[in-house]
């Protein structure tokens, strides 16, 4: 999975499809993502006896990583790629019809 803690993202499909946001948490193995502000969930939390009364937690809950596109300066959408500099690797964003690549961190 190419998308990483910290990257901009876009989401390309779904009921909250346009929104964008920071990716806080990534799921490889299982493929997911969780976005800062995207596909917020409810989770009623029970009262404990008289001393701790019941209460809604609201949560990004995670979603697949296939719905989401990195974004780049000014909100320009693109693919991740990789450049090797001086015997360094580092991810890149290559945009569709543009020949530079933008230099992600």
Not at 27 to 46: C, T
Request: charged residues 30%; aromatic residues 4%; proline residues 2%.
């Amino acid at each position: 999975m190419k998308i990483k803690t910290g990257d901009n993202v876009r989401v390309i499909a779904g009921k909250h499809k346009g929104k964008e946001g920071k990716v806080i948490q990534t799921f490889p193995a299982r493929s997911l993502v969780v976005v800062d502000g995207v596909n917020q969930a409810v989770k009623h939390i029970k009262a404990k006896g008289k001393t701790a009364a019941g209460q809604r937690v609201t949560f990004n809950a995670p979603f697949q990583a296939s719905k989401v596109a990195v974004i780049g300066e000014g909100g320009v959408k693109g693919r991740i790629g990789y450049q090797i500099k001086d015997g360094k690797k580092f991810r890149t964003l290559r945009v569709k019809g543009k020949k530079d690549v933008i230099q992600l961190a």
